[in-house]
């Protein structure tokens, strides 16, 4: 088991976001997390990243207890940001440094880290990150700063970036929401690709197609919990639950 979910809360103020949130993961699986906007689908990312504090509950990657409750209340800053290592975020708004060029935006992080962390290795930094932007179809690209590249190679630069540090899970909220159908498919492909080499990934999306042929399972959520879980072609093509088949009935 790569990801095991218990019992996840959270809460702004008297706003219950997530309601006892469980879900688990295996290695090489592809997750996607389908439901309207309000339900939950976006915070629940920004908690496995780090970026939010959960109330309750428990994340485990690889068996190893990320947060607990119990023994998570003092974390300092670089405990955190060692435990978001273990999950790459690619947002919907790309959020590259415009100052930097392409090649610079991928690098960032992993010089970053070397600065906290003298005996890592980042001789090769430049390298892989030019194998990242090539993966991406951006190897002429390297040296543009991001107003010079369209949505979509905005977009996969920021996916390269968040491939960099070698996550365990690689996560994206809502990929495509800001690109047109066109830019949409150049995404869309590389996400395809990275599934085919067996990448563990959460995708946050409104693609429901795409979901369905390229997740190897489905949570839809609505207010704050997981209304229906399965194999994605079964959620999204057959859904047992009345609220699931409302919500994808907009789709047809």
Sequence with gaps: M????????KSFGNTEVLKDISFSMEKGDVLSIIGSSGSGKTTLLRCLNFLETPDEGVIKVNEETLFDPALSSSMSEKEIRNKRLHFGLVFQSFNLFPQYTALENVCLAPSLLAKENPSMDVSGLSDLAMGLLEQMGLSAKADNYPHELSGGQQQRVAIARALALNPDILCF?????????????EVLR???????????MIIVTHEMSFARDV????????????VEEGPSKQVIDDPKMERTKQFLSYYK
């Design 173 to 185: 909220d809502e990929p495509t929401s800001a690109l047109d159908p066109e830019l949409t498919g």
């Design 2 to 9: 790569i990801l095991e979910v218990k019992n996840l809360k």
């Design 215 to 226: 997740s190897d399972r489905a949570i839809f959520m609505d207010g704050g919990v997981i």
């Design 190 to 200: 590389v996400i395809r690709e990275l599934a085919d080499k067996n990448t563990t």
